[in-house]
Nanobody, 119 residues
């Protein structure tokens, strides 16, 4: 019903910046939140940031507060993740996700985009 496609990943030096995009298509009427998750090799998929679709309320993991900013463009059905002051530990595959209930599970997932932070 909802398809998500991430883009914008790549290689960046420590301290650099990168902006990820997530383009959504299909039915958006029931989407409550959209978010970003990441998974490093050998580790579990972790929450990074989320945004409430209707009013733009945001939330962040402690590890990225003050460095990452999630935003949305309702007209374009697109969510962004601006990543500043990147650290090597930010290296991971970043996934876009969407859910239909605030306290429910994330239901829709993109394929992911690789972010590598290295000198």
């Amino acid at each position: 019903q909802v398809q998500l496609v991430e883009s914008g990943g790549g290689l960046v030096q420590p301290g650099g910046s990168l902006r990820l995009s997530c383009a959504a298509s299909g039915s958006m009427f029931s989407i409550n939140n959209m978010g970003w998750f990441r998974q490093a090799p050998g580790k579990e998929r972790d929450f990074v940031a989320q945004i409430r679709w209707t009013d733009g309320n945001t939330g962040y993991a402690d590890s990225v507060k003050g460095r990452f900013t999630i935003s949305r463009d309702n007209a374009k059905n697109t969510v962004y993740l601006q990543m500043n002051s990147l650290k090597p530990e930010d290296t991971a595959v970043y996934y876009c996700a969407a859910k239909t209930a605030l306290f429910g599970p994330y239901k829709y997932w993109g394929q992911g985009t690789q972010v590598t932070v290295s000198s």
